[in-house]
């Protein structure tokens, strides 16, 4: 009886899969499914793993972003309202919106270490451009929801924050004043802002982000994972996809929803960090001059100490114009990598684009630590000193970077880190000898040249080292 | 012989007929997208930049934290009183757009968003800001406190 019974539901599995391969050949996708493989490298198997759990976050993203609207409203007497209304009187309200607000953060992080652990490990290169590029657009559209969910909850912090960060676009040639009222829905940030600013959060970024992902997913279903470089690739054979792989993906997926669920009821505010915390405060007025400490997400923080670092006026342009500039000429850069790695996409190996990656780190960390105020003596109301601030960052900068320089000669046996050493030098100009950012930086840019011309000329000798 | 002949006509009719379509395509791209960003640019709101009075709580405000944010169609003026005289500046920072304050005990004005400092005429003192706060004219009238835009 009961064989029999087993019997009969195997076969309508089985009916169920011939039906549907007569009409849709799903025979293909299980037979390419079995062959998929993840190349096992030299490198750790960690980073490989990034990308599935940016995915995770996102996905509940979408699923608490849903929860969210269910009793969000926005509009000038009620955005702020209802969103208190979450958090101190919906059962189980605060739950969904710190899950929604951890894992963001959670999301970007994971994306940033993703973004990074490719450029290090040179996974962008030929053929793997266009998977490179759409990573970015993910990244660059990861960004823009922090930028507008930050405004929904219609507080003073976020009021602030937002004026600041979207009064950046007037200074874009031509079309700024169009796009800056465009996106504000009037000249200055108001309820209009707020109306605009919902609509790209919850129905026009998501349907990009799905599609770009979804191409994204599909150049590495076609392509199959990156293989380490050549160089520093064993010949071991590559790890099954299904079950092996996934198996252990679910089960980090499960590690990454233990790692939110605690963090979420430990701190369902946020860790208190400047640019990370999410405590409703007041709301916004906008006819209450700004206060000390209004500060963007933390992603954004580099950006935001670059504006005060730079002056009022620089080569003909105002100080913010000319920061964005430099921004967008390195976003530009870093969009480009696969295409400017030449040696990486002949798979031969290119140390100067680790080192790039790694003096961005740098460049980027000093910036943040100072947008931090750390080592500033703060007095209420006024401003921390910002000498003393960079002072202390820049040491802190110079430690960490010297443990990782350290690092990458021993263990990795890594020597060309011009990019690294003239990042690290400007930060040591400027914090420690306390000259001028930007002329530090010009000196910087200095070394950084002289040492791409200097080695390239004995390039040859580099390509007879490498190869095994 | 007639087969040379349709052998020229036929490329000069294909590149005319793909020229049309290409206008047509440009045209009708264009006819879409030209009210769209008509649309998403919202209208300008009238009377910025009018003559203004303070209200009777705008007023109470000025008394007691010695200054006050008034907001006159999109711009927003800030209106102190410094060494017995009434002034008012344009509120919004011309570095990145943040709303500036009054600080009494240093005489000065002061936005906290990147340190930027101004004179009490809306002049530069430090930080970031590359142009001064435009001045309005603050004028008592009995009670009241007009406010009116200076002429550049
Ligand atoms: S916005 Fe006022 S100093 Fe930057």
């Known amino acids: 009886m009961e064989a029999r019974r087993e019997e009969v539901r195997a076969s309508v599995g089985e009916r169920l899969y011939r039906w549907l391969d007569a009409r849709f050949g799903v025979a293909r996708l299980v037979e390419f499914a079995r062959h998929k493989e993840v190349p096992v490298g030299g490198h750790s198997m960690v980073w490989y793993y990034l990308g599935g759990t940016t995915l995770f976050f996102f996905t509940v993203q979408l699923v608490s972003g ?370 001028d950012y930007l002329l530090a930086g010009a000196a910087a840019l200095v070394v950084a040249i002289a040492g791409v011309v200097v080695t390239s000329r004995k390039e040859p000798a580099v390509q007879l080292r490498a190869p095994k | 012989m007639t087969a040379p002949v349709a052998h020229s006509v036929k490329p000069a009719r294909r590149s005319i007929l793909n020229w049309f379509l290409g206008v047509g395509v440009v045209g009708w791209a264009a006819s879409v997208l030209y009210p769209v960003l008509r649309y998403l640019r919202p209208l300008g709101e009238a009377g910025a930049g009018g003559p203004l009075k303070l209200s009777a709580e705008e007023l109470t405000t000025l008394g007691k934290s010695h200054f006050v944010i008034a907001r006159s169609g999109t711009r927003k003026v800030i209106v102190f009183e410094a060494g017995g005289e009434l002034r008012a500046l344009d509120a919004k920072c011309t570095h990145e757009g943040c709303t500036v304050q009054f600080v009494p005990g240093d005489s000065l004005v002061w936005c906290a968003c990147h340190n930027g400092k101004f004179d009490l005429d809306g002049r530069v003192l430090a930080g970031p800001p590359p142009r001064p706060l435009a001045k309005w004219v603050a004028i008592r009238e009995g009670n009241d406190v007009i406010l009116t835009m200076e002429k550049a």
């Open chain 1, 66 to 435: 849903v929860l969210l609207l269910m009793y969000y409203q926005p509009g000038e007497a009620t955005s702020y309202e209802s969103i208190r209304y979450i958090t101190t009187k919906v059962p189980f309200g605060w739950l969904i919106r710190s899950v929604h607000c951890w894992s963001a953060h959670l999301m970007i992080l994971s994306l940033v270490v993703h973004m990074f652990s490719t450029m290090i490990l040179k996974a962008y290169r030929k053929p793997r451009e266009l998977t490179w590029v759409t990573g970015f657009v993910l990244f660059a559209i990861a960004l823009g929801f922090g930028f507008s969910g930050y405004l929904l909850p219609w507080n003073e912090l976020a009021f602030f924050a937002t004026a600041v960060g979207t009064d950046s676009v007037k200074s874009v040639p031509v079309v700024g004043q169009w796009l800056l009222e465009v996106m504000r829905g009037g000249p200055d940030v108001t309820i209009n802002t707020l109306y605009r600013f919902f609509a790209l959060h919850i129905v026009i970024l998501p349907l990009v982000m799905v599609a770009v992902v979804s191409t994204h997913l599909v150049f590495i279903q076609v392509q199959g994972m990156a293989a380490g470089m050549a160089h520093q690739r064993p010949d071991r054979p590559g790890l099954r996809f299904f079950p092996d792989f996934l198996l252990r993906d679910l089960l980090l997926w499960l590690v990454c929803l233990i790692v939110l669920a605690t963090l979420v009821y430990l701190l369902p505010y946020g860790p208190g960090i400047p640019g990370m915390e999410w405590e409703l405060g007041k709301k916004a007025n906008p006819l209450t001059p700004a206060y000390p400490g209004i500060k963007p997400e933390w992603y954004f923080l580099w950006v935001y100490q670059l504006l005060k670092e730079f002056p009022p006026h620089l080569a003909g342009m105002e100080g913010p114009q000319a920061a964005l500039l430099i921004v967008t000429v390195l976003m530009g850069i870093w969009a480009l990598v696969p295409w400017l790695d030449r040696r990486a996409s002949k798979g031969q190996p290119s140390p100067k684009f680790t080192d790039l990656a790694i003096a961005a780190i740098i460049f980027m960390a000093y910036l943040t630590l100072k947008a931090w105020d750390i080592g500033g003596h703060a007095l209420p109301g006024k401003l921390p000193d910002p000498r003393s601030t960079a002072w202390a960052c820049a040491w802190i900068t110079l430690g960490i970077s010297c443990a990782i320089a350290l690092l990458r000669l021993l263990a990795y046996r890594q020597r060309w880190m011009y990019f690294s050493g003239a990042a690290l030098l400007q930060v040591v100009l400027n914090g420690v000898f306390g000259l």
